[in-house]
Structure formats: structure tokens, C-alpha cells
Nanobody
Framework: QVQLVESGGGLVQPGGSLRLSCAAS????????MDWYRQAPGKQRELVAT???????NYADSVKGRFTISRDNAKKMVYLQMNSLKPEDTAVYYC??????????????WGQGTQVTVSS
């Protein structure tokens, strides 16, 4: 089981940038695929970005070209670099860990999330 703690959220103006971090503990982090999800008020949680154990990445169409997911296995960290932020990116952002063999998430427990607010 992997425990997750997200950080790095905040208030940013449209067009600005933020870098979210997700610290993982327990288990063998490097074999897990890692996902970033977000949940806006009144909406369902949605998958934003994925990075596999071999560092292949995939993005939701709404963030493609603006967000970048990365991982540092030695530090057991996953990052989400968010550029050109829009008001519609406002949400609580969560990371999630998928063990080998689990193709579709989410899986296991969630962290507390980190709030991102894009507003002028």
C-alpha cells in the first residue's frame, strides 16, 4: 500500500503556473503507475495525467500541452507542472497510485488533495 501526500496548490492568476508535488511512502514506489486527478466543485473527479512505471505519459485533452507529469523514483515523488492555467483548472488535485496489473484507476486510498484556484 502506498500513502500519498499532495502539496503545492494555491491561488494563481490566469496564465500563471504552479507545480504540484505528491510524496509517496511505503511499498515499492517505482513499480506503480501514478495518476493525477482533479475535482471541481459540483463535478466528478476526473483523470488529468498519468505516468507509468517506465515514465510513459498521457494527458486529458483539456490539459494537453499545458501540464507535464513527471516522477523521481529515488525521492518517491510525482510532480504536475501546470502552465497557462485557466479558471476552469480550479479544483482540488489528488494523486493516486496504481500497482502493476491495474490498468484503470483509481486504486486504493487518496491523499488529502491540494487546492488550486485560478482567478484574477
Amino acid at each position: 500500500q502506498v500513502q500519498l501526500v499532495e502539496s503545492g496548490g494555491g491561488l494563481v492568476q490566469p496564465g500563471g503556473s504552479l507545480r504540484l508535488s505528491c510524496a509517496a511512502s511505503g511499498s515499492i514506489f517505482s513499480v506503480y503507475a501514478m495518476d493525477w486527478y482533479r475535482q471541481a466543485p459540483g463535478k466528478q473527479r476526473e483523470l488529468v495525467a498519468t505516468i507509468t512505471s517506465s515514465s510513459s505519459t498521457n494527458y486529458a485533452d483539456s490539459v494537453k500541452g499545458r501540464f507535464t507529469i513527471s516522477r523521481d523514483n529515488a525521492k518517491k515523488m510525482v510532480y504536475l507542472q501546470m502552465n497557462s492555467l485557466k479558471p476552469e483548472d480550479t479544483a482540488v488535485y489528488y494523486c493516486n497510485a496504481r500497482p502493476p496489473g491495474v490498468v484503470t484507476g483509481p486504486w486504493g486510498s487518496w491523499g488529502q488533495g491540494t487546492q488550486v484556484t485560478v482567478s484574477s
